[in-house]
């Protein structure tokens, strides 16, 4: 797996005119450097998806959101399902992110039923996992992470894995300016790839892109996708400038 995976989370930032012209820089920029080798996913505010679907075209660049809500249609106010992010373009949308899980109360239960309908509609669901501050001091980082795989991935059959992409997220790390080092993230992903060969198979556990999320910066990429079994990045706060978000992705290879 040489090609690696990157995605931009931009969060709750960037309205239509800002992400408009994040998505010309980013075409300009791979229109002068003849495109990138590796996969790369923007995920813009719901409110921009369709704009920057558009000015993305012919770049290669994927599209994916931030949320998705767990039903087909109905009386949901202020949801959005699986059919309309695929109407404006999305590839991939992110379940449980930690944010999702703390100020919305997302529980793993929620999050295998939006991981479930994303696969049975035709999206890649992008699982967020990682423990807390208080879970690493407690040095239990293992069993939450076995507890998050188990529940998040409950009925996801053996068919729908390989559209699956896992990114490992310790929680003190997302926002902080803390990144977990590269020897920290590697161990949680060969765990999680221990994990995924128990519930599957060995194929599935070597085959499965793992990413790392946490305060990716130009000066620690190049550490943090050393290691062979860190199949990319997850990035949020550097992925908001078309520059940082483009040193990230070449300081990897
Ligand atoms: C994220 O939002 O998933 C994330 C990793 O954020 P940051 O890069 O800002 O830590």
């Known amino acids: 797996m040489n090609k690696k995976l990157f995605i931009a989370n931009w969060k709750m930032n960037k309205g239509l005119v800002q992400s408009q012209q994040f998505a010309e820089e980013l075409k ?5 450097h003849k495109g990138t080798t590796d996969e790369i996913v923007l995920c813009p505010p719901f409110t921009s998806l369709e704009a920057v679907h558009r000015k993305l075209n012919g770049t290669g660049v994927k599209l994916g959101a931030q949320n998705v809500y767990y039903e087909s249609s109905g009386a949901y106010t202020g949801e959005i399902s699986c059919g309309m992010l695929k109407s404006c373009g999305c590839e ?3 379940t449980g992110h930690s944010e999702r899980r703390r100020y919305f109360n997302e529980t793993n239960a929620i999050v295998n039923k939006k991981v479930l309908i994303a696969l ?3 999206l890649k669901p992008i699982l967020c996992i990682g423990e807390t501050l208080q879970e690493h001091d407690d040095k239990i980082t293992e069993a939450v992470i076995d507890e998050q795989l188990t529940s998040c ?3 996801v059959n053996i068919e729908d894995i390989p559209n699956v992409v896992i990114a490992y997220e310790p929680v003190w790390a997302i926002g902080t300016g803390k990144n977990a ?4 993230a590697e161990s949680v992903h060969n765990f999680t790839r221990k994990k995924l060969k128990k519930l599957y ?3 599935i556990s070597l085959n499965t892109r793992i990413i790392y999320g946490g305060s990716i910066t130009p000066e620690n990429a190049k550490e943090l996708f050393a290691p062979q079994t860190i ?10 400038e078309v520059e940082s978000f483009i040193e990230i992705i070449n ?3």
């Open 153 to 155: 991935l409950l009925h």
């Open 181 to 184: 080092t590269a020897h920290q």
């Open 28 to 32: 300009a920029h791979f229109e002068k």
């Open 251 to 253: 300081s990897a290879h």
């Open 120 to 122: 049975d509609e035709g």
């Open 201 to 203: 198979s060995e194929e």
């Open 92 to 94: 991939y949308v992110i």
């Open 231 to 240: 199949n990319g990045g997850l990035v949020g706060g550097a992925s908001l």
